[in-house]
């Protein structure tokens, strides 16, 4: 806790990630002074605050864990926070970063660091409440600053935060934005996410004509293998789809089983719908 302010005092810490979950803080543009207004921000380096081991109300993560330095880091950011909050896909389920679980660790390294030996990294990629309890996940990649502004002011005021799971096909109705899996005119441009996928982004992509890369993580309630199979019908082969399903929440246990469904397929190239779990 801050001892110099009584404000609730506010950390935002990176780890294995590209930065974008926290520009949402500085793309809040003059939202950002009002919210310094209301808490004291003590760490967030992208602002040009450094205290990464002062105990706060609130800590914000964004990035996956990917190191044995990382697993000491969260686990004493855990210990120095009321509330810890993971913001974005690589934080809620380790994001496109997951991918490389899906390859030879050490393969991988080899391929990509001609000395791989002085890299120190983990053999996988993890979200961060594979290490330390998460009281609430921002999904997103990036998360958008009008989930944050939601999530805050709920904070401060004492009530519990409202997060989205609606299906993003429900944004794209309330933004009167045309279904792409209707009007695509090839594969690529049909097998849209949407229907599997949470809203918060605004329909970013579906309003630009393209489909639904699943930033967002899982909707309530998804059906990813009627999904998927709609994508055959499009054209899509097994490969593709197991691929589009994988691309940005490869971690996710839903999304690795339907995956494995139609990977399975393409080695032993039998019917599918009438056999899935």
């Known amino acids: 806790m801050s001892t110099t302010s009584s404000k609730p005092s506010v950390a935002v810490h990176k780890f294995a990630s590209c930065d974008g979950c926290q520009l949402a803080f500085l793309n809040m543009g003059t939202d950002l002074l009002d919210l310094a207004e209301l808490v004291d921000i003590v760490h967030f380096v992208e602002a040009g605050l450094v205290a990464p081991e002062q105990a706060v109300d609130i800590a914000f993560i964004e990035g996956s864990v990917s190191t044995e330095e990382d697993i000491e880091r969260i686990q004493l950011i855990r210990k120095n926070s009321k509330l810890l909050i993971s913001i974005g896909a690589c934080a809620t389920s380790a994001g496109l970063q997951a991918l490389r679980n899906l390859a030879d660790g050490d393969q991988w390294l080899a ?4 000395q791989p030996q002085f890299i120190q990294s983990l053999k996988s990629t993890e979200p961060i409440k594979a290490h330390v309890k998460v009281d609430y996940e921002l999904w ?8 944050l502004k939601q999530l805050i002011k ?11 799971k609606d299906k993003l096909c429900l944004e794209c109705k309330r933004h009167q ?8 005119q090839n594969p690529a441009q049909r097998s ?3 229907a599997v996928t949470a809203t918060g982004c605004g329909a970013l992509c579906p309003s630009a004509g ?10 309530d309630n998804p059906n990813p293998h009627a999904l998927a199979l709609r994508f055959e019908g499009f054209g899509l082969v097994d490969s593709e789809i197991a691929q589009r399903l994988l691309m940005i929440h490869s971690n996710e ?3 690795q089983q339907e995956a494995k469904y139609w990977s399975d397929a ?12």
Do not use: F, W
């Open 210 to 219: 393209r489909a639904c890369y699943g930033c967002y993580g899982l909707s």
């Open 140 to 147: 997103g990649c990036p998360i958008s600053p009008g989930q």
């Open 253 to 255: 246990v839903i999304n």
């Open 266 to 277: 393409v080695e032993n190239q039998t019917g599918k719908g009438n056999s899935h779990d």
């Open 177 to 184: 934005v045309v279904c792409t899996l209707v009007t695509g």
């Open 111 to 114: 391929d990509m660091y001609p």
């Open 192 to 194: 849209c996410l949407g």
């Open 154 to 164: 709920s904070l401060l005021l004492g009530a519990q935060p409202a997060l989205e």
